[in-house]
């Protein structure tokens, strides 16, 4: 409830664009900022696949050898 009189407050001061001109750069920065956790954490199982991916190669090269 408080989240809500604090857009009615900010609606009420600035006006309504700017407030949502407000809210939209707020949600933008923070979808870029959950983005790039989601691509840090990607980057690492991309890593950890790649050694798998190694491994697997040398152990299969290996047994044919």
Known sequence: MENA???VQAIST?????A???FTC???Y???KDHAQE???IKDVIAK???ILA???QLIEDKLN
């Not at 600035?14 to 700017?18: D, E, L, S």
Request: aromatic share 12%; net charge negative; with cysteine.
């Open 5 to 7: 009189q604090i857009i």
């Open 30 to 32: 923070k979808e870029q």
């Open 49 to 51: 696949n790649n050694e």
């Open 39 to 41: 691509m840090a954490e």
């Open 26 to 28: 707020y949600f933008l």
């Open 20 to 22: 949502m001109c407000i």
């Open 14 to 18: 600035v006006g309504f664009p700017a």
């Open 55 to 57: 491994s697997l190669k």
